[in-house]
């Protein structure tokens, strides 16, 4: 079997798992694990008090998703100058003519 056959098929399974939580998950709202647990931890210790307040609480839920979204696209960009850094160094260790 060709890699681009390999491929392809590997692209149509992640699109049928993404149709699949879609019409799954119809109508659900996302959470996040820190809300999960505020809900625990109110059930459990109701007089808990939280030890820190946060210093600035953004404006909405869109701007707190963004921030996110930079946070994590900011931390996949040196992640991945660093292996392409690592990979550049062993390539020119193996071929000493190569830039």
């Given at each position: 079997m060709s890699i681009i056959k390999k491929n392809?098929?590997?692209?149509f399974m992640i699109l049928a798992l993404l149709v699949y939580a879609l019409v799954v998950n119809q109508g659900a709202e996302f959470g996040?694990?820190?809300g999960e647990a505020e809900s625990v931890i109110a059930e459990t210790?109701?007089?808990?008090t939280p030890w820190f307040q946060p210093l600035w609480e953004p404006p909405s839920?869109?701007?707190?998703?963004?921030?996110?979204?930079?946070?994590?696209?900011?931390?996949?960009?040196?992640?991945?100058?660093y292996l392409g850094y690592r990979a550049c160094?062993?390539?020119?260790?193996?071929?000493p003519k190569c830039d």
């Open positions: 392809v098929i590997l692209l996040g694990a820190d210790s109701p007089d808990y839920g869109e701007i707190e998703s963004l921030l996110f979204s930079v946070q994590a696209s900011v931390g996949v960009g040196f992640i991945c100058y160094l062993r390539r020119k260790e193996r071929e």
